[in-house]
């Protein structure tokens, strides 16, 4: 399979498909594709829906319309059940992050989401995000883990998004309803008419429906992630998957977006410091498409936050040679400058990760 780091969504029909607690019949043939997948030194991140699906058992509840305070207090306790229910498939260590639509909208809770989940995959472990909805209201979160997994995938700079569902694809009218309805295997173009085709979410436990599915797929897209939608009920679609055959409906990533957020970091983004680097790391970032590491950093000019785009400039040459988000604002750096990373956490008691600018977030002039 063509991509490096890919987001897989799981719906809630897929991990709690009885609603009355977790159960293995498909995440098994989940999990064993996401292991294929790591062996294949692919990184994954997954974005499981079925906490509030899971606790549905746990929790008296009168009505099938559950109040949103009974789905708090239900995704709370179908959290644990769920993540339970992953871990007990994978050998390696899975970690629970719980995050909202206020966790992405903040600069410096974005970057630790980001950091966190970098530094949990180069350990080998599966990071399986969720929305945290025990605190979260109408206005702080994203509503449904379609779009979530979609800005998922963007903090964590995924190449390619799968979203899992009890459906096959996108079809040309509703398949339920139409017997002449047709499974449409690759989208270039998202259109009004393609949302039209979307009908609306049949289980009142999971949140979105083909609407949010194609949302998602639009925000992914948009950032240059190839995404598809799949029947994960059916365990052949992922052994389909492995040979390079689309068993669903595939989106393809806008490339032009590629190259625009290149563009962006390159003429958008006003730099607010200057880094000056010596000849090693301006060897390294040229020559072997390295991260910026603060042991390459002379000196630094001007003053500037974490998250902040900078200038990289040549000590020796005075040239400007690359743009960058650096990760450390400009006191940090001051201190860690010329020191190895593993020095970063003992001399500024916090430590945003070994490199000061990522090579994913840098654009070389
Ligand atoms: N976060 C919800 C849960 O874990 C699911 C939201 C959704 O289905 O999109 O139950």
């Known amino acids: 399979m063509n991509f490096n780091r890919a987001v897989i969504k799981v719906g809630s029909a897929l991990v709690a498909p009885t609603q009355e607690g977790c159960s293995g019949k498909y995440t098994l043939a989940i999990a064993q594709f996401i292991t294929k997948c ?14 509030v699906a899971a606790g549905r058992s746990l929790i008296q509840h009168g009505s099938p319309n559950l109040s949103l305070s009974t789905k708090k207090a239900m995704s709370s306790v179908g959290q644990m059940q769920m993540m339970a229910n992953w871990q007990r498939f994978f050998d390696i260590p ?12 903040d600069r410096r809770r974005f970057i630790s989401i980001k950091h966190t989940i970098r530094i949990q995959l180069d350990n080998g472990i599966l990071p399986i995000v969720n929305e ?19 800005l998922v995938a963007q903090v964590c700079e995924a190449d390619c998004f799968f979203i899992l569902s009890d459906i096959d694809g996108v079809f040309t009218k509703d398949p339920n309803v139409h017997d002449d309805a047709v499974l449409i295997p690759e989208i270039d173009k998202i ?12 289980n009142h436990l999971a949140t979105g429906g083909m609407k949010t599915k194609i949302q998602a797929a639009e925000k992914a ?23 390079e055959i689309n068993p669903g409906t595939r989106f393809s990533a806008d490339k032009d977006i590629i190259t625009a957020k290149k563009h962006w970091l390159k003429h958008s983004l006003r730099s607010h410091g200057k880094i000056y ?14 991260s910026l590491l603060p042991s390459g950093i002379t000196s630094v000019n001007n003053k500037f936050e974490a998250g902040d785009s900078v200038d990289l400039i040549d000590v020796k040459s005075k040239k400007l040679i690359a743009k960058g988000i650096s990760l450390y604002n ?9 020191k190895h990373s593993d020095e970063i956490a003992s001399i500024l008691g916090h430590d ?5 600018v990522h090579r994913d977030e840098m654009v070389i002039l």
């Open 38 to 51: 790591q062996q294949q030194g692919k990184e994954i991140i997954l974005v499981s829906s079925g906490g």
């Open 94 to 105: 899975c970690s629970q992050i719980l995050i909202t639509q206020e966790d992405l909208a």
């Open 132 to 150: 945290n909805d025990t605190i979260a209201s109408a206005s702080s979160s994203v509503g449904d883990n379609d779009n979530l997994a979609a």
């Open 191 to 202: 259109t009004d008419e393609i949302y039209a085709m979307a009908g609306v979410s049949r």
């Open 221 to 243: 897209v948009e950032n240059g992630i190839n995404t598809y939608i799949i029947n994960g009920t059916r365990s052949e679609v992922f052994a389909s998957l492995l040979q």
């Open 277 to 290: 680097l010596d000849a090693g790391a301006v060897n390294a970032l040229i020559n072997k498409g390295a």
């Open 330 to 338: 400009h006191n940090d750096l001051k201190r860690i400058m010329g």
């Open 352 to 356: 945003e990760g070994d490199v000061v």
